[in-house]
């Protein structure tokens, strides 16, 4: 199985137990940021896991998270809901629900309330389907 991480310090943390896919994580990015860099890259792959969002400030997270998933070209698509966000939180979980991908929340989060704890990045590999 091809896999893809993509997004933020969440997706390179998900990806240190996933290391047989290729990363697309960079910590503290922001979705336009991430869109700015990879903007004319498609992201195909089996799976591909995205977690955009938690470095999101106000404004056009839900035009940027869309033009993201327009760039991927996978059999199955996973959203990491950030759990520091709420307005990511809701434009991840509507556009993920236009293209009917899953999501996978965060349960855990360490002192910081953003970062999941090491067990959650673990357990957010495991239910975004990655191999561990």
């Known amino acids: 199985m091809s896999c893809i991480t993509a997004g933020d310090s969440i997706g390179d943390g998900i990806h240190h137990y996933a290391p047989a896919c290729t990363s697309m994580a960079h910590k503290g990015w922001s979705s336009a940021r991430w ?4 903007a004319k890259i498609t992201l195909s792959a089996d799976r591909v896991l995205i977690s955009l969002g938690s470095n999101d400030g106000r404004g056009d997270t839900a035009s940027q ?3 993201i998933r327009k760039q991927v070209k996978a059999r199955q698509v996973v959203w990491v809901v950030p759990a520091c ?5 809701m434009a991840v979980e509507a556009e993920a629900a236009r293209h009917g991908d899953a999501l996978v929340w965060i349960r855990h989060t360490g002192p910081d309330h953003v970062h999941p704890t090491m ?6 590999a495991k239910r975004g389907g990655l191999a561990i």
């Open 65 to 67: 998270i869309a033009a």
């Open 35 to 38: 869109h700015r860099h990879y």
């Open 85 to 89: 966000n709420p307005q990511a939180a």
């Open 119 to 124: 067990r959650e990045y673990r357990s957010l």
